[in-house]
């Protein structure tokens, strides 16, 4: 949950912007447009069984709007130990990555599942078996940091335990299990760790959200964001807004599109990220 603090909302960033969130001061947004957000595990104690471990998460995520770079989402976590030490801690994305159409009564029960050890990433990929149909896109939870096999990671897909001694056990067993190639619920558990934390320490894990045409579309996006990655994620992007100003008389309203000095001008805008010869990206 986020605290009751009236910045504990999710802050819009686009490229280029800058957001002065307490939490992160002067975030300078990175893709064509950037969530911000804060929550916890402690803020709200009144939830039954529950027993908290005292984290913060700051969580930013990173979306693009043109071709390619549309196909995917990337999401950092920034894990923080706030009270206590964490002994033999373990993280671990939880998917219920149903595909197909909203509509049709049965699409959460024809799924594959996958794995892909070499980008730790879980797929669900529709089945033609269902009333929905056969969608084109699969789902694929790439986690890109930490990339460290000396990790314990696991993957099942099986029935998941409720209770968080038997989801500890799952997350904790180091169990790949092979792909399933017969039509059911795709619920899945990936995780990582152990991990030995103390008061102060932080965590960051980036993880992906893949789409793409098919198996072979979503396998060359992922390949794609390792490449991106190496670049921190700098790509080529629409020229920025126009500068607007607005002045106003009797009966009149004057709009004036031409930059003062020190502003931008998208027509003469250069791109330092481009990777033809053309850096001005304005037609």
């Known amino acids: 949950f986020p605290s009751t603090e009236k910045w504990d909302t999710i802050w819009v960033v686009n490229k280029g912007d800058t957001a002065d969130t307490p939490y992160m001061p002067n975030y300078v947004g990175v893709s064509d447009q950037d969530f911000v957000c804060r929550y916890n595990d402690y803020n709200v104690l009144n939830v039954q069984g529950h027993t908290p471990l005292y984290v913060d998460i700051i969580q930013t995520t990173y979306s693009w709007g043109s071709g390619q770079l549309s196909e995917f989402l990337l999401h950092k976590y920034y894990i923080i130990i706030k009270k ?26 024809d799924e594959y599942t996958h794995y892909f050890p070499q980008y730790h990433m879980a797929v669900d990929e529709d089945s033609p078996v269902g009333s929905d149909g056969k969608s084109i896109s699969p789902i694929g939870f790439s986690v890109m940091t930490p990339s460290d096999t000396s990790l314990r990671w696991s993957w099942e897909h099986e029935t ?24 059911a619920r795709a619920h899945e558990i990936l995780s990582f760790g152990p991990y030995q934390l103390k008061v102060g320490d932080t965590i960051k894990v ?52 031409h930059p003062q000095p020190g502003e931008v001008n998208p027509e003469t805008y250069t791109d330092p990220y481009r990777g033809d010869t053309i850096s001005r990206p304005f037609e």
Do not use: C
């Open 84 to 109: 206590i030490n964490l002994k033999d801690a373990f993280i671990a994305f939880w998917m219920h990555g149903s595909v197909g159409q909203v509509s049709a009564t049965d699409n959460f029960i």
């Open 160 to 183: 998941l335990p409720a209770r968080d001694g038997a989801e500890y056990r799952v997350m904790s067993s180091g169990v790949i299990m092979p792909d399933r190639t017969d039509p």
């Open 206 to 257: 980036e993880m992906a959200e893949v789409l793409g045409y098919g198996m072979a579309g979503m396998l060359k996006n992922v390949e794609y964001l390792q490449f991106l990655k190496s670049k921190n994620f700098r790509v080529p992007s629409p020229p920025p807004r126009p500068v607007l100003h607005v002045t106003t008389s009797s009966h009149e309203v004057h709009l004036d599109w």
